[in-house]
């Protein structure tokens, strides 16, 4: 009697035994589906709290595939920044989310049995509310500086003082310029000055000699038209007398340059000549040569 207890006892043991076992791998549960998220989750979370909300089999006993639903907490394990703004070609960060925040997840997975082992793979994963910004690391270690912090102080007060001296740079180039500007009004004004004193000496008869091959006799009359000197070159010869308009300017330099114009009076066998030449000093003769060939130096006195 006593051997037959002891072989059921060992029989109802080992159903028992069998049971378990099978009832571990009938379907998975927390810790295969934290393996798997855990190997999901982005570095910057850890899983602090999981809980399964429903799980079906889709498959059959023979080859069980499980459909899971789960939910749970997520903490962050470090800060995360965005860009504010550029500043000397640094990133000026600001803090987005900060570490040991936590949050919640949901999602779903599939698990299928391979050698009493649950091989769970996650659909996805749906953080609430998803935190914004990335890690420091995303930033190497000298690109950026941290809003509010001493180096991001340092970098404004550093740009301001470049944008100071640019500033003062550009005022000191602008009063140069304007002063260039205005020595050359200034200069332009003395030279009109010189050229108008110029141009009233020329005003009135001038007498004198040029030599074209024989000394000849002649005169000018000039007077102010508008920018230009107009008068009339006349030149006496023994077979009479030649008389033409002339029209030229004055520089400031005292230099002339006269053109003929239209005869008033031809002499046959002479053609109109101009004339190129220097007022003295005391403005009162003209030297210079006459343009045309086979002609040299002329002198000119004021009347």
């Known amino acids: 009697m006593g051997n037959f207890t002891s072989k059921i006892f060992c029989s109802f043991a080992l159903i028992i035994a069998l049971t378990g076992c099978l009832q571990s791998t009938s379907e998975p549960n927390v810790n295969d589906i ?6 999901k989750l982005p570095n910057k979370f850890i899983l602090k709290e999981l809980k399964i909300d429903v799980q079906q089999n889709l498959g059959n006993e023979v080859e069980p595939k499980y ?3 789960f939910r749970g907490t997520v903490t962050l394990t470090e ?7 550029k500043i000397l070609g640094k990133d000026v960060l600001s803090k987005t989310s900060d570490k040991n925040t936590d949050y919640e997840i949901f999602g779903t997975t599939n698990s299928k049995l391979a050698l009493d082992k649950w091989q769970v793979s996650v659909d996805n994963i749906d953080i609430q509310p998803l935190p914004t910004g990335k890690s420091l690391t995303n930033w190497g270690t000298t690109n950026f500086v941290i809003s509010g912090s001493p180096g991001e102080k340092s970098l404004v007060s550093r740009q301001e003082e470049m944008l100071q001296a640019k500033k003062e740079r550009e005022a000191k180039l602008k009063a140069e310029k ?4 205005q020595q050359r009004i200034e200069l332009a004004k003395k030279k009109e000055q010189k050229v108008h004193k110029n141009k009233l000496a020329l005003v009135g008869k001038w007498k004198g000699k040029y030599m074209c091959e024989i000394l000849t006799d002649f005169e000018i009359e000039l007077s102010e038209f508008g920018e230009i000197l107009v008068g009339s070159f006349t030149f006496y010869k023994s077979e009479g007398t030649g008389i033409y308009t002339i029209i030229g300017d004055v520089t400031e330099d005292g230099l002339i340059l006269f053109q ?4 008033k009076k031809q002499l ?4 109109s000549v101009g004339f190129h030449g220097s007022l003295s000093s005391n403005k ?16 000119l006195s004021k009347v």
């Open 284 to 299: 009162r003769s003209l030297t210079g040569k006459i343009n045309f060939n086979g002609c040299d130096d002329f002198t």
């Open 260 to 263: 003929p114009r239209a005869w």
């Open 178 to 181: 304007e002063k260039e500007a």
């Open 67 to 69: 459909a899971t639903r």
């Open 268 to 271: 046959k066998g002479y053609s």
């Open 79 to 85: 800060n995360l920044y965005k860009i504010e703004y």
């Open 34 to 39: 934290s393996d798997a998220i855990k190997f």
